[in-house]
């Protein structure tokens, strides 16, 4: 080419290949973490189990709320995921009773027992836990699907 | 650290506790002070901080100590108090936990052994499972024909002859399940077994019921037995007034006491033989009048479609089935209406004319008894959460989360299905 014998290729006006892009698209990047800036902004969360051995009161579950500025860390055994509501609302109280503050925004998957199960119509319907969160002002994060790494700080605790 | 430990898996909620206290204690990468600092504003303290799982002389309140009692149990670290200042500990001997501020730690030493853990498993598990032991007995004994039939062959007739055989000498060796097995093909074989049963059922109570029972309390006083029949009408009598069931009143004018009687039953065992006297006292019901002593009889049972069909629930979901009876059910109701009965033959005090029984609760013979131990029931269950079904008045349900129970009421006999391993009242 340097030397003339080819004609040079112009780059610039080649189109977007879609068969390549269906071929060879990876994961999307992840975009730098946001990091709260005082207690109780943002809450992660997450539920762990079932284990095979149920704990020593029949607990197989146990349910994690961490903070993300301060990441201290609240952990509940709880015999069902079903609970895991009544668990968040005595947390709620007694934290925000303690700290003068409230729950900014709350972090977790899109597991059942947040965001509500999947139904027939191939639409997840809001269940309990996410209208609760609606009824007291706390706005809900949830990971996209498929990528529990959005969710890291809550999945860390399991050790 | 449950690995590290010699403890059971089963304190996995402790270890995890344990672990979330600690990292809400020590810096984290993530944020510039301690987690704890920044939520509660001052520094931990790590002194009170010690080996998960190491073992330890903890010393539990215990207000009833005596002198020479020992201080201290032996006993294994596995966490914090929550809301005081204090640890909690793992009694192995006893498998309890219990919380306390006084205790030696002995962190020092090696306790890291695997083996221990199993001894742990293996002890829990035994116990469940006797049974299999038999069959496994029997496994092997049966297991040796087909080496004889290996070494000569025969033809198929010959096979059943040479098991047959075999199963003879077996017999003594095999003590429980042997003969039990036996005897349920010779009568496969020969006879019905629905004829046996009936057989067995018709002799009982025309052997052993007609014979001795007194009908009348004069032939329970001439009985020969009629020491213990005397006694069982003491202990009725003595039951009826614990339970309060009724309050001796003089008799109001122009009312009309009704009857009450003696009744006598053995109890007899599954053999035959006799269990227990019994004596009841009934309320003669026939005397009541409309309008006056009751209202309402009707009462609810159970259909059998609704029984079967909890039945086939337990079936297909392997439910635990528990059934229950309640005694002296009907003792249980209150009665709304005012009721006089005259006082029970041979148990009288005060003068007999006057003094009659005022009935509180209701008692065996009347004709609202049934009614009102249903109603009674009926109460207390849903005040324990129960509801009831919305097509037979008698199944009650209670959800909670993915746990249930049913429950079936047949008069006094209640059927509990539950898919939680035990079921407690």
Redesign the interface.
């Known amino acids: 080419m340097s030397n003339g014998i080819l004609e040079s290729i112009d780059f610039t006006n080649f189109d977007v290949c879609v068969e390549c892009i269906k071929g060879k698209q990876t994961k999307a990047k992840r975009l730098g973490a946001y990091r709260a800036s005082d207690v109780l902004e943002l809450i992660h969360t997450d539920i762990c189990g079932p284990f095979p051995t149920p704990s020593w009161n029949g607990q197989q579950y146990f349910i994690s709320f961490i903070d993300d500025y301060s990441r201290y860390a609240y952990l509940f055994l709880i015999h069902e995921k079903s609970q895991s509501l009544d668990v968040f609302k005595s947390f709620k109280v007694e934290v925000e009773n303690q700290l003068n503050k409230r729950i900014k925004s709350v972090r977790s998957d899109r597991g059942g027992e947040y965001y509500g199960r999947y139904d027939g119509s191939g639409e997840q319907r809001p269940g309990p836990f996410a209208k609760y969160l609606e009824e007291c002002g706390i706005v809900p994060q949830y990971t996209m699907l498929g990528s529990p790494s959005m969710n890291g700080v809550a999945e860390m605790i399991r050790i | 650290m449950i690995c590290h430990s010699t403890l059971p ?6 270890a ?2 344990t ?2 206290y600690i ?2 204690r020590v810096p ?1 990468k ?2 510039t ?1 301690t ?5 509660i504003g001052r520094k931990p303290s790590l002194k009170h901080f010690h080996v998960w799982g190491c073992p330890a002389e903890a010393r539990p309140y215990k207000p009833n100590e005596k002198k020479l009692d020992s201080r201290t149990v032996s006993s294994y670290f596995i966490g914090y108090s929550e809301r005081s200042r204090g640890y909690k500990f793992y009694d192995p001997i006893l498998k309890t ?1 219990f919380e306390t501020e006084t205790a030696t730690f002995f962190e020092d030493i090696e306790f890291g052994g695997k083996n221990q853990i199993r001894k742990f498993v293996l002890e829990e598990e035994s116990v469940i499972i006797p049974e299999p032991i038999q069959t496994i007995t029997f496994d092997e004994v049966s297991s040796e024909p087909p080496q004889n039939i290996a070494d000569e062959p025969h033809t198929q007739d010959d096979l059943v002859v040479h098991e047959e055989q075999t199963q003879d000498p077996q017999q003594p060796m095999l003590h429980e399940p042997a003969p039990l097995r036996r005897s349920m093909r010779e009568r496969r074989s020969a006879i019905s077994d629905d004829y046996v049963v009936f057989l067995q059922e018709n002799k009982d109570p025309n052997n052993g019921v007609m014979e001795d029972d007194p009908i009348t309390i004069h032939q329970a006083i001439q009985n020969p037995n009629s020491e213990k029949w005397i006694e069982a009408m003491r202990e009725e009598y003595k039951s009826m007034q614990d339970n309060k069931v009724w309050e001796l009143v003089p008799l109001p004018e122009g009312v009309k006491p009704i009857g009450c009687k003696w009744l006598f039953k053995t109890k007899r065992d599954s053999n035959g033989n006799v269990e227990r006297y019994k004596a009841r006292l009934v309320a003669k019901g026939f005397t009541q009048k409309e309008g006056i002593d009751f209202k309402e009889t009707f009462s609810l049972v159970s259909s059998k479609d609704s029984f079967r069909t909890i039945m086939a629930l337990v079936a297909n979901y392997d439910l635990e089935l528990h059934q229950m009876d309640v005694k002296t059910a009907f003792l249980n109701g209150d009665i709304d209406e005012t009721i006089y009965m005259v006082q029970p033959t041979n148990f009288v005090s005060g003068d007999p004319k006057n003094m009659v029984c005022k009935l509180t609760k209701s008692i065996y013979g009347l004709k609202q008894a049934s009614r009102q131990w249903y109603h009674k029931f009926h109460q207390v269950i849903l005040s324990f959460g129960f509801e009831m079904n919305l097509v037979d008045d008698c199944v009650y349900h209670k959800f909670k ?3 249930f129970i049913f429950l079936i009421l047949y008069v006094d006999d209640i059927l509990l299905a539950t898919n939680r391993h035990i079921a407690r009242n």
Request: hydrophobic share 35%; charged share 25%; net charge neutral.
């Open positions: 898996e089963s304190l996995w909620g402790e995890l506790k672990t979330t990292l809400n984290t993530a944020a002070k987690p704890y600092e920044l939520w936990i989360g993915s746990k």
